[in-house]
């Protein structure tokens, strides 16, 4: 899935330069790519900000408008406000046909564990994993099965075999984990003491 973005190149740099920007509805951001040197972008803060909430933060091709010229891009980082959370800045990574890029893909979860019927706890560690794919091959995000899952039972980075991507996380961190209920079992305890 590619979607389109508006884009134009900015001479403003410094931080009174990006305030007034910012102040006229434009978001600071950056492209860069292997073998270029980065260059400073502007992109309308309204359009971006749909665009984000459509994407719902999934990993998705933008197709960057400079004028006559385009680049395929994906979102690399966004910088936010640590109080407020408004979007301060965007990194988009250009990519490169036949080329393998790093990119972070959300990891979303299906079903309902067995273990969380038996009264555990889904414990969701990872919610996103870093992954190196042809540009072709980025996934908007990963799907992981849990209803499989018990009492105790884990899916680690190792488990997710996804073809044509590499996942560049350690394979024995853990993704997702279903715990048991500790606090029935405290409370319990806390009762048989009282008695």
Do not use: C
Request: negative net charge; proline residues 6%.
């Amino acid at each position: 899935m590619a979607v389109e973005l508006r884009a134009e190149y900015r001479t403003e740099i410094g931080k009174s330069a990006v305030r007034k920007l910012r102040a006229a509805g434009m978001l600071p951001a950056v492209m860069y790519g292997h073998g270029e040197e980065t260059k400073p972008i502007k992109i309308n803060a309204h359009e971006f900000e749909k665009l984000w909430h459509k994407i719902k933060g999934e990993s998705v091709i933008i197709n960057l408008k400079l004028g006559d010229t385009s680049k395929l891009a994906v979102i690399q980082d966004i910088a936010r406000h640590p109080v407020t959370g408004k979007i301060l800045h965007v990194d988009f990574h250009l990519l490169h046909k036949g080329e393998k890029v790093e990119v972070t893909v959300p990891v979303i979860t299906v079903g309902t564990p067995k273990g969380v019927k038996m009264g555990g706890i889904l414990e969701h560690i990872m919610r996103e994993l870093t992954i190196r794919a042809l540009p072709d091959n980025i996934p908007p995000h990963i799907e992981i099965d849990v209803s499989e899952l018990g009492l105790g039972d884990s899916i680690h980075v190792k488990d997710v075999k996804i073809e044509g991507i590499e996942i560049v996380e350690d394979p024995e961190e853990p993704i997702v984990t279903v715990i048991a209920p500790h606090r029935a079992v405290i409370e319990e305890k806390v009762e048989e003491v009282e008695e």
